[in-house]
Each structure stands twice: as structure tokens, then as C-alpha cells.
């Protein structure tokens, strides 16, 4: 069992940046790729960017160029580094963690909020 609790989103200027944070406990962290989707109102989920156990990244062709995922294995916790925000960035951010050794066995957290807005 992993719980993942995220952090950071709130109301942003576009233009401006936040940084998200997803803390994960409960089990051995890296051994999980871990990803960030978004939900938008009315649209279907989807990836925004994933690392790998090894650091290997993989952005969505909205974001590449803008939103930077790192990892920090001593801490349990992925970023997502979001700079030059639009307003379709706009939605409710969910941190994914995916175990590499069980297929299938996928983990997510309760979402935050990333509004983009004047």
C-alpha cells in the first residue's frame, strides 16, 4: 500500500509558475515510476509527465519545454516543476505511483487544484 499526498497547486498568473510536490509513504519508493496527470473540468485524465526508477523522463507534447519532473528517493517525494503557465494548464493535478515489479498496481493521490488565471 502507498499513499501519496500532493502539494502546491493554487491560483497563478499565467505566465507564472508553481511547484508541485507528491510525498509517498508506505512503501519502498523506488521501486515506482511515479507520473503527474491532470483532469480538466468536463475532459478526460491525462499524463502531464512521468520519471522512472532510473530518472528516465517523459513529458506530454503540451508541456515539454515548460514543466520539469524530478525525484528525490531519499525523500519519497516527485516534483513537478511547472514554468510559463497557460490557461488550459488549468485543472485538478494527480500524482500517480505505478509499481514496476506487479503489473497493474497503480496508486493515486486525492489531487490538488492549479488554477491559471488573470
Known amino acids: 500500500q502507498v499513499q501519496l499526498v500532493e502539494s502546491g497547486g493554487g491560483l497563478v498568473q499565467p505566465g507564472g509558475s508553481l511547484r508541485l510536490s507528491c510525498a509517498a509513504s508506505?512503501?519502498?519508493?523506488?521501486?515506482?515510476?511515479m507520473g503527474w496527470y491532470r483532469q480538466a473540468p468536463g475532459k478526460q485524465r491525462e499524463l502531464v509527465a512521468h520519471?522512472?526508477?532510473?530518472?528516465?523522463?517523459n513529458y506530454a507534447d503540451s508541456v515539454k519545454g515548460r514543466f520539469t519532473i524530478s525525484r528525490d528517493n531519499a525523500k519519497n517525494t516527485v516534483y513537478l516543476e511547472m514554468n510559463s503557465l497557460l490557461p488550459e494548464d488549468t485543472a485538478v493535478y494527480y500524482c500517480?505511483?505505478?509499481?514496476?515489479?506487479?503489473?497493474?498496481?497503480?496508486?493515486w493521490g486525492q489531487g490538488t487544484q492549479v488554477t491559471v488565471s488573470s
Open positions: 500517480n505511483a505505478a509499481n514496476i515489479l506487479v503489473s497493474n498496481l497503480n496508486y
Open positions: 508506505g512503501s519502498i519508493f523506488r521501486i515506482y515510476r
Open positions: 520519471i522512472t526508477t532510473k530518472g528516465i523522463t
